[in-house]
């Protein structure tokens, strides 16, 4: 089955920095790749997706880049707010849909003011 | 709140205990799905129903695990003779057919089973 891995478990950056959080999958057939932020103790929510036949996709100040090729996608948040604290997840779908998605172990970002 | 919603929010069972949870998608959706999240972990996918049918179901879902969606609207999870191990977050999320294809998560049923 897919696999994905998700890198680095925690990351803290300065109010205003960019950050980056990356994932790899195993199956060449993924199709659809969702990030989720989750709050302490909230529900995880939908940020930005992105599917195979498109290399990047933004929004705002969140973007996601994917590289069919070396089965590896991005997640970039730019001026990063305390707000933006959270646990964010990657995922990967073979179904182009959210059937069946198979998330990474997470990213504990912390923003410090 | 018009979210999917899921009771209860949380659940403290004794070993050995049956436990039901039950999830409320969003009115207009006719996909459900049931996920697992271990603490430090992402979700791991159980089951997904499309309106009342169960299309796909995980290896990790057990012969003591049990869903339903009876009328294609609410869905309910059993786990029949609990054991520690199966201490975790209980999330439900559901979404549109095709051409849309987020993913909107409930805030979970977080079961302890002492």
């Known amino acids: 089955g897919e696999n994905v891995e998700q890198h680095p478990s925690t990351l803290s950056v300065q109010e205003g920095d960019s950050a980056v959080i990356k994932c790899t999958y195993s199956d060449s057939a993924s199709n659809y790749f969702p990030w989720y932020k989750q709050e302490l103790g909230k529900r995880p929510q939908l940020i930005i997706d992105i599917r195979s036949n498109v290399g990047e996709k933004k929004d705002q100040r969140i973007a996601v880049t994917l590289n069919k090729t070396a089965k590896h996608f991005s997640l970039h948040i730019t001026e990063t707010q305390p707000e933006d604290s959270a646990v964010y997840f990657c995922?990967?779908?073979?179904?182009?849909?959210?059937?069946?998605?198979?998330f990474g172990s997470g990213t504990q970002l912390t923003v410090l003011p | 709140d018009t979210g999917v919603s899921q009771d209860p929010r949380h659940k403290i069972t004794k070993r050995g205990q049956n436990v039901t949870f039950r999830c409320d998608p969003i009115s207009e959706h006719n996909r459900l799905y049931w996920y697992r999240q271990t603490l430090g972990q992402g979700p791991e996918f159980l089951t997904y129903?499309?309106?009342?049918?169960?299309?796909?179901k995980s290896r990790l879902l057990s012969d003591r695990f049990s869903a339903e969606r009876p009328k294609g609207s609410f869905s309910t999870l059993e786990i029949q003779r609990t054991e520690q191990g199966d201490s975790a977050m209980y999330l439900c999320?559901?979404?549109?057919?095709?051409?849309?294809?987020?993913?909107?998560f409930g805030q979970g049923t977080r079961l302890t089973v002492v």
């Open positions: 995922a990967a779908s073979l179904s182009g849909s959210a059937r069946q998605l198979t």
């Open positions: 129903f499309q309106n009342e049918a169960q299309l796909e």
């Open positions: 999320a559901s979404s549109m057919g095709t051409g849309n294809t987020e993913a909107f």
